[in-house]
């Protein structure tokens, strides 16, 4: 059954962007509110100002329209979490617990948490990281998001809150611009190799972390928010696994299309982070209990990419 009405935080994101245009269009703008901190990003539906640290007003937005879906994107990055822990930690940890709780308080009937890789650390096959793999992060993002996720089994257990949540690898689009992560190389970089020509990498050319194109992260999130209840068997957080490869494999595929194309790397503190990181997730749970498949491959993605990066040089 589709929802009558859904709210967003943290609308004016990297796939917040994305993911509110693309509920417009399957919902209806009528029936999508987008939410954020920052002034109106110029969405077709309804936009209002919230701060997640803001419970009363998350409440007041839930019970104004009555939502139906709660996705609750709002968060700091790895990287600029990093720069200032403290920080990162309210927002993302009071922030979600602010979401779990108005959500109970105003009878949402499904809410979606975005996890992230970042939760995996020592302990764990990078290779083929498993779903259920312990979780020991090492940065204040990861930590915030493997504590989120236990909190959305803990309100599902306890209050029977139906939360939703998929552990993304980067996420590469080229609609919005990225907002601080480890893996927005794999954005960047392809902005470099129309712009300049040339691109410095602050990580080491054979560093491999699982990837995914924008079009499979947004489709995966609403089919998981769409997905029967009763095929859910994860309440912590899916694994969510698209396309592997290093900075050098992503360099070697740009530069079929553009043979002058240069690099450097140059890794610095984010190098560290990526290392903690899996290169590859067992995503068997989500193939299983909602028939998660992606459709990107690396070629694939570069050329979406490449061509729809060219057409904004156009306009």
Known sequence: MSPKKILLTGSAGQIGQVLVNALIDRYGRDNVIATDISNDPGFSCRYEKLNVLDKEGMVKALKDHEVDHFYHLAAILSAK???NPSQAWEVNMRGLLNALESAVECKVNRVFFPSSIAVFGEGVDKTF???DSVLIPTSVYGIS???GENWCNYYFEKYGLDVRSLRYPGVIGHQTMPGGG??????DIYYAAIENGHFNCFLKKD???????MGDAIRATIELMEADKVRLNVRTSYNLQGITFTPEEIYKSIKKLHPDFTIDYQPDFRQEIADSWPSRLDD???RGDWGWQPEYDLEKMTEEMNSAILAKQLN
């Open 284 to 286: 068997s749970s989500a």
């Open 182 to 187: 480890t893996t927005d190389y794999a954005v």
């Open 145 to 147: 998001k493997a504590a």
């Open 207 to 213: 560093s491999p972390l699982p990837m995914m194109y």
């Open 129 to 131: 990281t498993a779903q």
């Open 81 to 83: 979490g990093e720069q």
